[in-house]
T-cell receptor
Framework: GAVVSQHPSWVICKSGTSVKIECRSL??????MFWYRQFPKQSLMLMAT?????????EQGVEKDKFLINHASLTLSTLTVTSAHPEDSSFYIC????????????FGPGTRLTVT | GDSVTQMEGPVTLSEEAFLTINCTYT??????LFWYVQYPGEGLQLLLK?????DKGSNKGFEATYRKETTSFHLEKGSVQVSDSAVYFC???????????FGSGTQLTVLP
């Protein structure tokens, strides 16, 4: 399967600052990427679907102005948490859809965000 | 809406013990069902899948059978190893959607 990386693997930031998380597909051209959020001992919650060259589609309840997603190339999608607050502390995971007619997703290792 | 309920952990077993992690689902239509595994520090990996009723997915000694009558997809392994220690997620994909619905995950620890 595709190799998907995320950077950074963990980050600590202060309230009010913005943090950018990168998701890279290292050996696969990713037309569609997904961003998930995972709280401790809870399921992965889909935040948004990111399509290369177009605006992301956000799930209900996810603030698009707070969680900015940019998918400018077939190998890179970024999630920027703007004006972060402690309640944004979470584990953020990206995935890559294996193909237009595929159901399989390849997942990155995740990024642990802590907002102090 | 779609939902997945899986057995809460953590589960701790001795090496060579039998493993069952229960998973039940609610979905419209006939979803595809998956088990993902997340090893420490790594991303989720697809462990096995089943796309229609009565299908059995299997990989690395793990098995799960798609039971439409009980809306279940329980994960089993006859003899676990220390290297199986990980978090296991049950998930479903319904209709033409590309969006997975995940269970809450079950932490498995296998002791030598």
């Amino acid at each position: 399967g595709a190799v998907v990386s995320q950077h950074p693997s963990w980050v600590i930031c202060k309230s009010g600052t913005s943090v950018k998380i990168e998701c890279r597909s290292l050996d696969f051209q990713a037309t569609t990427m997904f961003w998930y959020r995972q709280f401790p001992k809870q399921s992965l919650m889909l935040m948004a679907t990111s399509n290369e060259g177009s605006k992301a589609t956000y799930e209900q309840g996810v603030e698009k102005d707070k969680f900015l997603i940019n998918h400018a190339s077939l190998t890179l999608s970024t999630l920027t948490v703007t004006s972060a607050h402690p309640e944004d502390s979470s584990f953020y995971i990206c995935s890559v859809l294996a193909g237009a007619n595929s159901y399989e997703q390849y997942f990155g290792p995740g990024t642990r965000l802590t907002v102090t | 809406g779609d939902s997945v309920t899986q057995m809460e952990g953590p589960v701790t077993l001795s090496e060579e013990a039998f493993l069952t992690i229960n998973c039940t689902y609610t979905a419209t239509g006939y979803p595809s069902l998956f088990w993902y595994v997340q090893y420490p520090g790594e991303g989720l990996q697809l462990l096995l899948k089943a796309t229609k009723a009565d299908d059995k997915g299997s990989n690395k000694g793990f098995e799960a059978t798609y039971r439409k009558e009980t809306t279940s997809f329980h994960l089993e392994k006859g003899s676990v190893q220390v290297s199986d220690s990980a978090v296991y997620f049950c998930a479903l994909l319904s209709g033409s959607a590309r969006q997975l619905t995940f269970g809450s995950g079950t932490q498995l620890t296998v002791l030598p």
